[in-house]
Every structure is written in structure tokens, then in C-alpha cells.
């Protein structure tokens, strides 16, 4: 088993000094064959965990024997890893791209409003199954703090279900039959806090200097105020500023980072004792069963001054680490980043040169969603191809997660260099998307609400549902039939360009029966502040039961939805793993972007108008489609032409092939 991976010489000196002091902790762990097995895959991926650490805390006196203590939680956490993982870890290192494949659909939501608690999931996955869905992310199941907890992300225990949702037993159990029925469940990794009442802050609190070193405390504002200089404020409404004074820590009290808010204190990934706390929670969700961990707030993990402490070069050294180890205990499982960040920096998080599959996986393409609502508001596709041009080729190992809207709130992230290059302000572009989300510009279509804005600079961001910010609240409110058509149309042709852009597109909970926004968050005094309760409602179970009636509402949208899906799953080139190659039609109101493969191309053509619009017919042989044409959105029939010209329907999309093929 030795020498099997080329190694640097000091990489493969360093790697046989830990067998050498290591190999006694395998013994009475594993069987043989998981002993060759382990050391296989830690041999593999050594150079990636020894690089990444070394350049973190190597200069550090006591770092071999951090070492030491890691690769025993490794070794302990493989031995646990239950049999049914073991082979599906297996399986996909046999397809080592199965994220990429088309028949990936995502849907998000929170398991009480979804369906009560997790066994209430369970009694669902029929209702997922016949959307098409094979990726399901459970928002935060662990145990939050008491009252106010961001949406659940101010965990008190992060190993404890909720008691509403249920226990650990129906989180396992209910991992186990999505599993068995084909759905990947993605889970919460919250790396960047815990809630003040998570055990390791409260031991911070009472003045214990192990846990005091978990967190980034001071003892008066010289240091806060010099790094607030250069930081940015995520919530200026309710949470302004970085730090929080916290009188009844030891000593007379210290000043606390916390980024998000008050009650959500930030970790000290300086600390080597915070990743092996971290590393052992990520063995905890991945031997539950877990499929994909989301890394909340990624970015923001260290700390520099000078800076907005956000992407620093550490961010990627700890991720590298993170993605070795689990490759080595658990390859099955995959990261997405929670990176809500620039195209430019977006791609770091999936790997760029040397660390290329060194990084996550997968990881939202924020920058696609904003662009899609911008289109729809406007009307015109200018703005949207000149940033799909600029915009970074993703590389092989990685695919994007392409959504319409999320639990939280719409930021407008929108590169100004890019409003620059078609003639936008963008201070005045972003005003007016608010101003048309909110439904206060004139002849807008859509209701929602503005999220943290800043008087001072007019900034913000808007909430609301798919259904409302395309149209439907409105025109149902008003029994317009022709402005309900339209509302429609715009939802599926939302989800024809996520679900046609590669990657894995992500339905969030009630975009499938067009939910419109909740309003009555308002009376709940822990909610009122927050209007992103607005686009978080609870599924509606009973206009789901009209989702077979073509007739309704709810029926027009799933069944398109479901024909979307089918379409894309019955085709290749929606993999993952193609060229994109956006393309200006010579008509403002119409977008095109081809996805290109070995086995052919798929040109995929929207109308962003209320009414009908053509483009020149040669365009598809620009985008390498030179013979007859057929539209997998339409049964295969070819798409209609008059005049020289393709035409397309208000509001519509076709995905073009080669007529020829098969």
C-alpha cells in the first residue's frame, strides 16, 4: 500500500512520518479491508490537508501534535461511518461527477412549514418524487437560541434537532429514506458563529481561557474601532456594527465580534481547537447521512485588519482542509458554499489554478439570480448577456446552484462595471429594482418589501415569493385572468433558464403551486423586524391538492414545472460538465445562452416580453446548430419561422437541438 500517489519528497516524508506514529490508533478501530481503505484515501489526499494546515498553523510549536489529534478524530469518525454510507461513499467515487448530472433538482425549505417536523418529511417524499426533486435541503433543524435566531442560524446546540421537529433517530431516519428513494439531503454547516448560548460560549462568559480563545474578544474598543474602519455593516437596521459588549463577561466585561448579530457570536478559526470542534460536527451531520453540507457564511471565517475581513486567502487554506478530510472519512459528501459574493470570487470558492476540486463543490450563482429579476423588471436582456460574457467559465469537479430566490432577502449583485458597460447608474439601476419590487414604480407587476435599507445611501434589498415579485399576488388580488396568464408565464420562464443552465437549479418551497407572500409575520413581535418572513410561508397542502388540475392556479405551475423537469432529465446536455456560450440576438427582449457538449449543443432562447418578439434564423448557426431544429420544450416539433425569422410567444423559452439527432 505504500508509495502509491506521486508526493514531493518532503510531502512523502512528511506523510510516512505520520503513518509511522499514527498507525497504532487504527488498530481495534477497523476491520482490514477499511484499514487499506483508509490509508488509501489519506494517502490520496494527504498533500492537500498537509499544505492547507502547514500554511495555517504550521509556525505553531505544538502543530504535530494538533496533527495527531485530528487524525484520530479521522480515524474515529471513519470507524462510525455506518456501512450503508461506506458503500455509497464508494459508488461515488465510482461517479465522481453525480452532482452534475441533469436529472439534479433541488428544492429548499423549512421542515415545519413544509411538513410539521421531520417524520411529517418523510410522509412527503412522494409529493418531492413526483415534482422530480433529487436534492433536498432542510433549512436549520439544530436547536437555536431562545427568541430572536436569524431564521435559525443562532444555533444554542448544533447537535440537537429542534424538540418540534423531533429527535437525532428521525434526522437519521428520515436521511435513510430519502436516500433510498434517490434524494440527497443537504444540511446547515454553520461555520462562522454560534448563538451566546451555545456551551462554548457560555464557558466564555463564566471566564474559561480555553473557550475564551474560541471567540475574538477585547478588553476596550482600540482594536474593534480600528477594524471597523474597513467593515461593512450586514445588518444596519437592527444589528449595526461588528461588535457587541457583553458587561457580564469575565473581567468587567469584553467586546465580542459578531458579525451578523449581537446573539450570534463569531468563531477564531486562528484557534487549531476551533477546526477540530468544526471537523467533528462535520463528521456528525455526515455520518447522519447527510449528502451535502451547506457552508453558512463561508466567507467571513477570518479576520484581518485593513480589510472587510471577507474571502481572505485563509477562507480557501481552511476550506482545502475541510474538503481533504472529508474525502478521506466520507467522499460521498460534497460542500456547497453560502458565498454571496462577485463572479470573480464566487470561482475561488469552487477552485481556480492549483486548487482546482480543492474547494467546494458547488456553490450559488447569486450574480445569475439578481441578473434574471433585473431582465424580468426591465424587460430587456442587455445588462444580463453583458455579464454572462464577463462572467468566469466554472471548471471541471464544480457545477453552480442556480436559483430564483431563497429564504432570505434579493440583493442586487449586480457588478458595476457591468451596469456601466450598457449605459445603467447603478446607484439608480439598484434604486429602481427596489422601487419595482416593492411595487412603488409605475406599472410594476410586483409585491414585496424593502430588507435593511439604508437611508444614507438608499441601499437595500427586497423580499417577496417568486409569485409575488412575478406578478400573481397582484393579478389575483385584481381576478385579472389575462394578468394571471402572465404571472404564469413569467414563473416558468424563470425556471426554464435555471433549470437550462447546467448545474442544479433549486425550487424553494411553493414556487411549484405559486404561493404568495405572508404577511402575517407582522404579529409576531420576534418576526416583525424581519421582512423575510414575507417570502417564508407554509406550504399550503390544500391548493397542493389542485396541482393535477390544469384548470387552477396550482396546476398550470406544477405540471409546467414538471414538464421542464422531464425534459431536462431526458437529455445529456444539461450536464454539469459543458461550455457556456451567452449570445447577443440582435433583439433586446430576447436572451440566448448555448450549453455545449461532446455529444451536441442546446440553445436555449427566452422572450422577456408581454409580447411576441423574433430574432434572425441564422443565430442557432452561430451557436453551432447548422442543420433543422427541433424544441425540447415543445414534444421535438421544430420551432415556427416566418420571414427569415424564429418567433417566439410572450413570456416563452425554447431549449433548440440539432433536428437531426436522435
Avoid at 405540471?559 to 425534459?567: F, P, S, W
Wanted: charged share 25%; hydrophobic share 40%; net charge negative.
Amino acid at each position: 500500500m505504500h508509495n502509491v500517489f506521486v508526493m514531493a519528497p518532503e510531502v512523502r516524508a512528511a506523510f510516512e512520518n505520520v503513518r509511522r506514529l499514527e498507525s497504532h490508533r487504527l488498530e481495534g478501530w477497523m476491520n482490514p479491508r477499511d484499514v487499506d481503505v483508509f490509508w488509501l484515501r489519506f494517502e490520496r489526499y494527504f498533500d492537500d490537508l498537509h499544505y492547507s494546515l502547514q500554511a495555517l498553523y504550521g509556525d505553531r510549536s505544538d502543530a504535530l501534535e494538533q496533527f495527531g489529534r485530528l487524525f484520530g478524530r479521522m480515524v474515529e469518525a471513519y470507524a462510525q461511518r455506518p456501512d450503508a454510507l461506506k458503500v455509497l461513499d464508494l459508488e461515488r467515487q465510482f461517479t465522481p461527477r453525480w452532482f452534475q448530472r441533469t436529472h439534479m433538482v433541488g428544492y429548499t425549505c423549512y421542515a415545519d412549514h413544509f411538513a410539521a417536523d421531520l417524520q411529517g418529511v418523510g410522509r412527503r417524499i412522494a409529493y418531492l418524487e413526483e415534482l422530480g426533486v433529487t436534492y433536498l435541503h432542510l433549512m436549520p433543524l439544530m436547536q437555536p437560541r431562545p427568541g430572536a435566531n436569524d431564521g435559525g442560524y443562532a444555533m444554542a446546540d448544533c447537535r440537537r434537532v429542534r424538540p418540534d421537529l423531533g429527535t437525532i433517530d428521525d434526522l437519521r431516519q428520515l436521511a435513510a429514506e430519502l436516500r433510498e428513494r434517490g434524494i440527497t439531503l443537504c444540511l446547515d454547516l454553520v461555520l462562522n458563529h454560534v448563538a451566546r448560548e451555545h456551551a462554548w460560549a457560555r464557558r466564555a462568559l463564566a471566564g474559561e481561557e480555553r473557550y475564551l480563545g474560541y471567540f475574538h474578544t477585547f478588553a476596550d474598543r482600540s482594536l474593534p474601532d480600528a477594524y471597523e474602519r474597513t467593515l461593512p455593516e450586514i445588518f444596519p437596521d437592527d444589528a449595526p456594527g461588528n461588535f457587541t459588549w457583553v458587561p457580564e463577561m469575565a473581567d468587567g466585561g469584553r467586546w465580542v465580534w459578531t458579525t451578523f448579530h449581537d446573539y450570534q457570536w463569531d468563531l477564531n478559526y486562528g484557534n487549531p481547537e476551533v477546526v477540530h470542534e468544526i471537523v467533528d460536527l462535520m463528521f456528525f451531520y455526515a455520518n447522519l447521512g447527510a449528502g451535502v453540507l451547506r457552508l453558512d457564511a463561508a466567507p467571513f471565517l477570518w479576520k484581518r485588519m485593513g480589510t472587510n475581513c471577507q474571502n481572505q486567502p485563509e477562507v480557501f487554506l481552511l476550506i482545502q482542509a475541510f474538503r481533504a478530510i472529508l474525502r478521506v472519512v466520507a467522499p460521498g459528501v460534497i460542500f456547497k458554499a453560502e458565498a454571496i459574493v462577485p463572479p470573480d470570487a464566487l470561482i475561488r470558492y469552487l477552485g481556480v489554478k492549483s486548487t482546482v476540486e480543492k474547494q467546494c463543490e458547488l456553490a450559488y450563482d447569486n450574480q445569475r439570480m439578481a441578473l434574471l429579476w433585473s431582465t424580468l423588471a426591465t424587460r430587456r436582456t442587455t445588462l444580463i448577456t453583458q455579464a454572462l460574457h464577463r462572467a468566469p467559465q466554472l471548471l471541471i469537479g464544480c457545477a453552480p446552484v442556480n436559483y430564483l430566490r431563497n429564504h432570505d432577502d434579493i440583493g442586487w449583485a449586480i457588478t458595476d462595471e457591468d451596469l456601466a458597460a450598457v449605459g445603467e447608474t447603478p446607484h439608480l439601476h439598484r434604486r429602481f429594482l427596489n422601487a419595482f419590487y416593492t411595487g412603488d414604480f409605475p406599472g410594476s407587476f410586483a409585491r414585496g418589501a424593502l430588507f435593511q435599507e439604508n437611508p444614507d445611501t438608499g441601499d437595500a434589498r427586497v423580499t417577496g415569493t417568486t409569485a409575488s415579485l412575478a406578478g400573481l399576488e397582484a393579478a389575483l388580488e385584481r381576478g385579472d385572468e389575462a394578468a394571471i396568464e402572465r404571472a404564469i408565464r413569467r414563473i416558468l420562464l424563470l425556471h426554464a433558464l435555471i433549470l437550462g443552465a447546467g448545474g442544479i437549479p433549486v425550487i424553494h418551497m411553493g414556487d411549484e403551486l405559486g404561493l404568495t407572500n405572508d404577511p402575517s409575520y407582522g404579529a409576531d413581535p420576534l418576526r416583525a423586524g424581519d421582512s423575510r418572513w414575507l417570502n417564508r410561508p407554509r406550504m399550503d397542502w390544500q391548493r397542493a391538492r389542485q396541482r393535477h388540475d390544469g384548470r387552477t392556479v396550482p396546476g398550470r405551475l406544477f405540471g409546467g414545472l414538471r414538464r421542464l423537469i422531464e425534459a431536462r432529465r431526458a437529455t445529456s446536455l444539461f450536464h454539469g460538465f459543458g461550455l457556456f456560450q451567452p449570445l447577443w440576438t440582435g433583439n433586446e427582449h430576447v436572451l440566448a445562452y448555448a450549453r455545449k457538449r461532446p455529444e451536441g449543443t442546446v440553445l436555449v432562447l427566452a422572450n422577456v416580453e408581454e409580447c411576441p418578439q423574433s430574432i434572425e434564423a441564422e443565430l442557432p448557426r452561430h451557436a453551432g446548430l447548422p442543420g433543422e431544429l427541433r424544441d425540447l420544450l415543445a414534444a421535438g416539433a421544430p420551432p415556427p419561422l416566418r420571414d427569415g425569422r424564429l418567433q417566439l410567444e410572450p413570456l416563452s423559452c425554447r431549449w433548440l437541438v440539432d433536428g437531426s439527432e436522435p
